[in-house]
């Protein structure tokens, strides 16, 4: 398998060196490899697995959260009631909708911007800070500035479309535009997030590359074609990851502005998830949600993993 | 492979289950110890309380309450009392959840009061019959006994009261030469309610007809259930059990498309800035006493109060409830809780409570104490909250009915189909309680 | 385009995109200082993002309510350990899925990489559970151990570490040096970009945690900026500009935080050929 092959090239170059022999120096680097796991394993073992378990075992039961000690096992109840849920299948569809809009968006203009400061301007630095700031104002005080700014009488955006002859728009109010509003908003704040990741992948393309290639004439689309996409190829299978990963959370905004509405088109499955455990107390149920939900995901991470490596 | 790792997970669950187990186990068996030790008479009871965070006057009234108490108390009770962040609707509520599935409830323990239901349901507070008398029942206003109320025992005493009433402003009312009623039997019905808005809103000035807060948590069901009351049906059935025919019934969806009418109409601003009404940009205002203490702030706005609008066709009704206290059944020391209880919902704090924050109070014999509530316009409030308030339905699955009540008025005002909106709160809620409730 | 064409339209963009990413937030920096009736009287127009009347009584009244600085000092404490912490933990482990040989390795990582989506919501009750059973519930253990493993900072670790030359890594072998002292001595300071990287992304994460803290903190001891701030969007009257004011405050000091680790991060990478 990869691992093996990795080893066996890894393993070729100190062959030469005489002091361990190749099978102990392999034993003591296994010995070291599992020391250096060895703490993050643990918190991660007992902080999100175990957890994780709990939640896999409550699956399967039924139990109100004020209850636990009441919990009944209700074998595939929970899953059996979940295939028939309407509002899973509502929520499935905004969580996937909302992902496949904001990735490709959101890392787009990440790129963009990362572009815009990799360069050696006076003011770089503040254009770095403006497109980082959002990012570093929590997600709740986000929201709460953009209910207002959204407001469909005289909210900011409003105001400034109607100066410009545009009628004003519903936005969050509207089963059409809310998720639309959401996916705007989300992408404004988080992809100063991204810029940063694709900047320091940036910051590593060696400069060599670009005064070769404008030595051989290459114009400054040709070497973003030609060299910086390609150099940055890891960079962006991982930035592509992790956007993925959040985008399918999606959470704090449509539990702040809209909470799901209007008409359901915003209910995602985090904040599904969250109305069955939290608010309506039904931990069972919430937890079978979660595992389904995991599942998902993880199914979303093998295509995208798929998609990118047949590139 | 795989195999090792799930036997590695199972062994790893169950171990946490036992831990678990075991350490609540012991965490109980300590805290009778606790009990035990304070049968000699040396130590005091340490009694535990806690309540959501407020404003800045309640939250000195309850740290002055606590004092006094401990003061009166010296030597036998220690009452400790810790105030939560409640920084969204639920946020307070999660922490009890949290509470309840380790354990760690606190003795005394604050709840909204549709909240009793589940609460009592579930077996986390405890019934109060025992320590009161009917006389002292009496005392409260009804919608507090029929809040705290579940399956004919009582569990939950309300701090305060509260109420919606129609604000309105008194300049535009004079500019169109309108009168708003001053007797109860007089109050305006909706259509009455309805051509006053027609008559003030001037979209060229940004005046609307009314302002109601549209937010998505309490409010919806606190204030609009009632539309459904005073048009003679409800949102649930009065032993909780049944929605369908009930919040979707032929009423329900007059009192719906009611509603639908001002929205579509435009006579209330669906997202209004906080401040509308007491910058003159709406006629009237739905809204709660505890409105007033922000009108202070505006000395331009004239404001007067009317009742609650009620139905052409049927009963003046109005919204109610509020902030009640119950013991958990954590408490080892329930005679001293009790007489926690008490003291904070006795007539003095009863009474100091209400003036402190603009809210009707819980006892009759405090609003004696209170002369404003005789005259106009706070008369208005004490006529509702004593005489015709409803408390919203006491049902377990109240949580899910609020939540879905909730989304379907917001739809519907935004232009969803009335019915099969208030079909879809009917079966979500019978379904939830068949699934979780039914005996 | 010639070079000073490019340099103009650079700026052009930049100010434009700038405009967009400040205006919200300048609209609040603005609104937290005017009287509490201009905030929204302002708002349907360019009045909105112009001060008015400006006045410092929102700051004044807010601090008058609230311990601000003490809870600016719970949470700059509880996320930066959580960051320190994190960043020794999590470098180890990413290194070794990256450098390192052993039996079970891509298991492992594929293991780190699925853990990585499973939403903090559909766990946070059974983690309520684990941290209660070790008595940690209203102590800074509940606010921080559970946070220090990071099945994403290790996979980010490991993404860079992945970039580091063998030929490096080797050529100290040869020197004798076990991997710890590799690790320490060529690898970090070769990564000061990924360690600033995911020490920021880490602190911003944590410092908007709302729903925990909330869940684990019950006195006044432990609470948190973000749990100060909802205390203004509690029951009415709400003060708008009180609110502003607390979102501007406490936004400050990442500012500061950033501007600071900008400028190592620019420093950290003068070093050439670790990436491409």
């Known amino acids: 398998m990869n691992g093996t092959m990795q080893g066996e090239a890894m393993a070729s170059a100190p062959r030469s060196h005489k002091m361990l ?51 009944e096992f209700r074998g595939l109840e929970n899953y059996l009631f979940l295939f028939t849920d309407p509002l899973f299948y509502r929520s499935l569809y905004n969580t996937l909708y909302f992902t496949a809009i904001v990735v490709p968006v959101q ?179 919430a937890s079978a949600i979660s595992v389904v939900f995991f599942i998902i995901v993880v199914l979303l991470s093998f295509l995208l993993r798929k998609l990118l490596r047949d590139r | 492979m795989n195999m090792r790792w799930m036997k590695i997970l199972l062994a790893a669950i169950m171990a946490v289950t036992i831990i678990g ?4 186990g012991s965490g109980s068996s300590e805290n009778q110890e606790a009990s035990g030790g304070t049968g000699g008479s040396a130590e005091p009871v340490e009694i535990t309380f806690w309540r959501p965070q407020a404003d800045e006057a ?77 006389e002292e029942l009496d005392d409260f206003v009804p919608s507090i006994i029929q809040q705290g109320t579940y399956n004919g025992k009582f569990y939950a005493v309300g701090l305060n009261e509260s109420s919606v009433v129609l604000f309105y402003n008194k300049k535009i009312m004079d500019e169109h030469g309108i009168v708003p009623p001053t007797e109860i039997d007089k109050a305006w019905t909706w259509d009455e309610w309805y051509d006053v808005m027609k008559r003030t809103a001037d979209p060229d000035r940004g005046i609307f007809g009314t ?122 020391h329930v005679a001293e809780a009790v007489e926690v209880v008490k003291w904070l919902t006795n007539k003095e704090n009863s009474a100091r409570l209400a003036k402190a924050i603009n809210v009707p109070a819980s006892r009759k014999s405090a609003f004696e104490s209170i002369p404003e509530y005789n005259e106009l316009p706070m008369r208005v409030i004490k006529e509702q909250v004593t005489t015709v308030s409803h408390a919203r339905p006491v049902t377990p699955a109240y949580p899910v009915l609020t939540q879905k009540f909730a989304e379907a008025l917001i739809d519907i005002m935004v232009g969803a189909d009335v019915k099969s909106s208030l079909d879809n709160v009917a079966k979500v809620y019978d379904q939830e309680y068949a699934r979780n409730f039914a005996e | 385009m010639s070079d000073r064409k490019y340099a103009a339209f650079l700026y052009a963009a930049n100010a434009v995109m700038t405009l967009l990413f400040i205006t919200p937030l300048l609209w609040m920096v603005v609104s937290s200082l005017k009287p509490e009736t201009h905030i929204f009287a302002d708002l349907n127009s360019i ?34 350990v959580i960051c320190i912490s994190g960043l020794v933990v999590n470098s180890l482990c990413g290194y070794a899925l990256a450098k390192l040989q052993f039996k079970g390795r891509d298991m492992l990582l594929s293991g780190v990489i699925a853990l990585m989506i499973v939403p903090f919501e559909s766990i946070i009750m059974p983690l309520y559970f684990i941290v209660n059973t070790l008595g940690w519930v209203d102590t800074w253990l509940a606010l921080i151990v559970p946070f220090v ?51 920021i992304l880490t602190f911003i994460t944590h410092w908007g945690d709302f729903l925990w803290p909330i869940l684990v903190t019950t006195g ?47 420093e950290g990478i003068t070093h050439t050929g670790v990436k491409g």
């Open chain 3, 149 to 199: 493993g990071n099945c994403f900072s290790i996979f980010m670790f490991r993404q860079f570490f992945m970039d580091v030359p063998n030929e490096i890594l080797e050529a100290s072998a040869i020197d004798g040096s076990s991997p710890m002292k590799t690790f320490v001595r060529i690898v970090v300071p070769l990564s000061g970009p990924v360690f600033t990287t995911v020490f």
């Open chain 1, 21 to 71: 022999s190749l099978r102990k120096r392999k034993r003591q680097e296994a010995i070291m490899g599992y020391s250096f796991l060895l703490p993050a394993g643990l918190l991660i073992t007992l902080f999100l697995i175990l957890p994780f378990g709990l939640a896999f075992v409550f699956g399967f039961t039924r139990f109100n959260l004020l209850r636990p000690d009441q919990i």
């Open chain 2, 58 to 134: 309640e939250d000195q009234f309850y740290q002055e309450a606590v004092k006094a108490f401990n003061e009166a108390h010296e030597g036998k009770i220690v009452l400790k009392m810790e105030t939560v962040t409640r920084g969204n609707s639920f946020a307070y509520e999660d922490k009890i959840n949290a509470a309840v599935a380790s354990n760690t409830l606190p003795d005394v323990v604050a709840l909204d009061g549709p909240n009793v239901a589940n609460y009592a349901a579930s077996g986390i507070i405890i019934p109060l019959d025992e320590y009161f008398t009917q």
């Open chain 3, 220 to 266: 006044e001891k432990l609470r948190t900026v973000q749990l100060g701030i909802q205390t203004f969007f509690t029951l009415p009257p709400v003060y708008y500009g009180q609110i502003m004011a607390t979102l501007t405050f406490t936004t400050l000091p990442i500012v500061i935080l950033f501007l600071f680790l900008q400028r190592y991060y620019i």
């Open chain 1, 107 to 285: 890392c787009g203009l990440a790129l963009m911007l990362a572009l815009l400061v990799n360069q050696k301007l006076r003011l770089t630095n503040l254009f770095r800070i403006a497109y980082f700031s959002p990012v570093i104002t929590s997600m709740t005080v986000i929201a709460i500035l953009w209910i207002y700014l959204y407001n469909p009488n005289d909210g900011l955006i409003n105001s400034f479309l109607h100066a410009l002859g545009i009628p004003k728009q519903p936005f969050l109010r509207s089963p059409d535009q809310a998720m639309n509003s959401i996916i705007l908003m989300s992408v404004w704040q988080a992809a100063g997030y991204q810029m940063m990741i694709f900047l320091a992948g940036l910051q590593g393309i060696p400069k060599e590359l670009y005064e070769a290639a404008s030595m051989d004439g290459a114009n400054r689309f040709q070497q973003l074609r030609y060299i910086t996409i390609p150099s940055l190829y890891n960079v962006i299978v991982f930035v592509l990851t992790i956007t993925t990963i959040q985008a399918v959370k999606l959470f704090t905004q449509p539990y702040i502005m809209t909470n799901g509405g209007p008409e359901n088109t915003t209910r995602t499955l985090a904040l599904f998830i969250y109305q069955q455990g939290f608010q309506f107390r039904n931990a069972g149920y």
């Open chain 2, 21 to 24: 187990c075991s350490s609540n």
């Open chain 2, 211 to 332: 302002n109601m807060i549209n937010d998505k948590g309490e409010w919806m069901t606190y204030a609009f259930e009632q539309f459904w009351i005073s048009n003679g049906t409800d949102i649930v059935s009065e032993d909780g059990t049944k929605a369908e025919g009930y919040v979707n019934s032929e009423q329900g969806i007059e009192a719906a498309n009611f509603l639908k009418k001002l929205a579509d109409e435009k006579l209330f601003n669906i997202d209004p800035t906080p401040t509308e009404f007491e910058e003159g940009k709406a006629a009237t205002k739905l809204g709660g006493t505890w409105n007033i203490t922000g009108f202070e702030a505006y000395p331009d706005l004239e404001w007067g109060i009317t009742y609650f609008p009620r139905s052409p066709k049927g009963q003046v009704t109005s919204p109610s409830g509020s902030w009640a206290v119950g013991i958990s059944s954590n408490s080892k």
């Open chain 3, 47 to 80: 009045k909105a993002l112009l001060p008015s009347s400006v006045t410092l009584d929102n700051y004044i009244k807010a601090f008058h309510r609230i311990p601000m600085m003490k809870y600016l000092f719970n949470s700059l404490f509880y996320v930066t």
